[in-house]
């Protein structure tokens, strides 16, 4: 894993306009996004086609492709690596669903690996629109269920990367559940 200042001096030159700093960029932070995007697709089943390094890579040029990236320092980008990632995922998930022509009832299940595959993307797909509503409501609550869901982040990690503690993630992972899962049922 790259030192913090290593990684956050490397987005102060990209701020300042330094586009070679891309070059050194995703070394610093490859294994930490690789990482995180395979904790999130160890759900998957075989015959998901979404593979660690294709979502590493697509994660990275998500990120990249803005003009001028504006990330302040370390904890900054990986959140924001968090949100690219489930934008990519869900995605991901409504082309599977749109292949799969259907209907009926969506039930959340917060551990998805259990669900089939096309089961699973729509999950994904109502977590996602009920993740944009508490976003709506709270900030925070969504950027909780970005870093623990969606990038895997364990409490503590999701804690240094919110700069809250470890109490609070808990209490904030337990609210924004309960939310999504209400969300999702309809009530």
């Known amino acids: 894993m790259a030192a913090e200042g290593e990684i956050t001096r490397v987005l102060a030159e990209l ?7 891309l070059d050194r960029l995703f070394p610093l932070v490859y294994r930490e996004l690789r990482d995180s995007a395979h904790r999130q697709l160890a759900r998957a089943r075989p015959g998901d086609t979404l593979s ?42 409504r082309r599977v669903t749109a292949d799969k022509r259907g209907g009926g009832t969506t039930v959340l299940a917060i551990d998805v690996a259990l669900l089939p595959a096309a089961e699973r993307a729509s999950d994904l797909i109502a977590l996602d629109d ?40 808990k209490r904030d992972w337990e609210k924004a559940r309960a939310y999504l899962f209400r969300a999702v049922q309809g009530g």
């Open 15 to 21: 701020r300042g306009g330094d586009r070679t700093a």
């Open 52 to 93: 660690t390094t294709a979502l590493v890579h697509e994660t990275y040029l998500k990120l990249v492709g803005s003009a001028k990236p504006d990330w302040a320092d370390r904890r900054h980008f990986f959140a924001v690596a968090a949100r690219a990632m489930r934008q990519i995922i869900v995605d991901y998930a």
């Open 130 to 169: 009920a993740l944009s509503e508490l976003g709506a409501l709270s900030e925070r609550l969504a950027q909780v269920v970005e870093l623990r869901f969606f990038a895997g982040l364990s409490v503590e990690e999701t804690g240094e990367a919110l700069e809250l503690s470890p109490r609070t993630i």
